[in-house]
């Protein structure tokens, strides 16, 4: 009763535009395989310790005619953090934590990595009746194990949802990080996340739901004088078939540019309408 464990992954294979350089390759595939793992030990009724455990990997293609022209990479990733949490009352707690991890990035036989260490505090759970979440404020260091440079960013963790009636929910996720890229790997960047979404349950039995969501993304390199955006806008359709599948009906439209003032194209912008339909299970 003292030891909790849980673990999550997922595998997507995917097709379409990437990344933001001089290049853009259409329907560029690749497979993204995401690995996580927590272990929590009570010390006392009120505070655990605990351990986190993430493997990423983003595979491009190793199909001749994409190999020979993507300027993509291959990205794998590990993060261990541990840390210390205490239960301020039976709905809320508060954790402080430190983590160490290493990406690599490699293509056409070269690699190149990063290691990262970082330290954060935070809390979880129920602020108000109607508002539960994570709020997470840290550091993060980034350094080249090639050339030895890097620098620091602050890092955010925001992850809020707001009830607004009985059938209606506000979702508010905001994350800044250090970042490894899949088009510029020698270089370090800082990107923020931002997404909006609204919910809301439809008919008595409720099981469709309909949203509307926004999202704004930032990236931006110091090293490099170069800054990406993309902003996307959909709604989305939810029929919940059993407790434990899901169907959802989508469209996005997504705008990406990127700055590149020393480069001699100064930047690039192109657009993305998509749809899609998509099946969730679990068990």
């Not at 379409?16 to 001089?22: E, R, Y």
């Not at 329907?27 to 929590?40: A, D, E, F, K, V």
């Not at 707001?162 to 088009?183: E, F, H, P, S, W």
């Not at 309408?273 to 068990?283: E, R, Y």
Request: aromatic share 12%.
């Amino acid at each position: 009763g003292k030891v909790r464990f849980s673990t999550a992954h997922s595998a997507s294979l995917k097709t379409g535009i990437q990344g933001g350089n001089t290049w853009l390759i259409g329907q560029n595939n690749r497979t993204l395989l995401n690995n996580q793992i927590r272990i929590s030990v009570d010390i006392t009724p009120k505070s655990d310790l605990y351990v986190n455990g993430t493997y990423r990997i983003t595979d491009q293609s190793e199909d001749e005619a994409f190999a020979r022209n993507s300027l993509f990479n291959d990205i794998e990733s590990w993060n261990v953090a541990g840390g210390y949490g205490f239960g301020y009352s039976e709905k809320l707690r508060f954790f402080a934590q430190t983590s160490y991890g290493e990406q690599i990035s490699s293509r056409l036989g070269r690699s190149w990595g990063w290691d990262t260490l970082g330290v954060s505090v935070g809390a979880e759970g129920e602020f108000t009746d109607k508002l539960t979440g994570t709020v997470q404020l840290g550091y993060q260091q980034q350094t080249s194990q090639i050339t030895g440079n890097g620098g620091g960013t602050p890092t955010v963790t925001l992850e809020l949802e707001q009830l607004l009636g009985r059938r209606t929910l506000l979702t508010l996720a905001y994350t800044r990080r250090n970042q490894v890229n899949i088009d510029a790997v020698s270089a370090a960047s800082v990107s923020d996340s931002f997404r909006l979404n609204l919910s809301r349950a439809l008919g008595n039995r409720q099981k469709w739901f309909a949203s509307i969501f926004a999202s704004l993304w930032q990236n931006d390199f110091p090293d490099i004088d170069r800054s990406d955006q993309a902003l996307s806008l959909g709604t989305s359709l939810d029929y919940r078939i059993q407790e434990w599948m899901s169907a959802q009906l989508s469209y996005s439209y997504a705008g990406f540019s990127a700055q590149l003032p020393g480069w001699a194209l100064g930047g690039i912008d192109y657009q993305v309408n998509q749809v899609s339909l998509s099946l969730s299970f679990g068990f």
